[in-house]
Nanobody
């Protein structure tokens, strides 16, 4: 069974940082592309960042380039999203996604206060 469990969300001040984690199980993690998405209340889920299996290729939404960094530790079956210079984007829920299995995590909420 493919399982993704996010953690690391919370309340952070404007301009602050958070690191999200997504622990994966049930598949050969090191060969799979992984992605982070986010969803604001009342809006569609949007792609934030993606990373290939060995971590040497990453992609980002224009809105987060230069502020967010996606990375992975294949020994720990975990993908990370380091978020810096957070903007007052409200209360977004961040989701981890494994495209090959079309599987989402449960999400972790990030609230940026001004």
């Amino acid at each position: 069974q493919v399982l993704l469990v996010e953690s690391g969300g919370g309340l952070v001040q404007l301009g602050g940082s958070l690191r999200l984690s997504c622990a994966a199980s049930g598949f050969t993690f090191s060969t799979d592309v992984m992605r982070w998405y986010r969803q604001a209340p009342g809006k569609e889920r949007e792609l934030v960042a993606g990373i290939n299996g060995n971590g040497d290729f990453t992609t980002y939404a224009d809105s987060v380039k230069g502020r967010f960094t996606i990375s992975r530790d294949n020994a720990k079956n975990t993908v990370y999203l380091q978020m810096n210079k957070l903007k007052p984007d409200g209360r977004d829920v961040y989701y981890c996604y494994a495209p090959r299995f079309a599987t989402w995590g449960q999400g972790t909420q990030v609230t940026v206060s001004s």
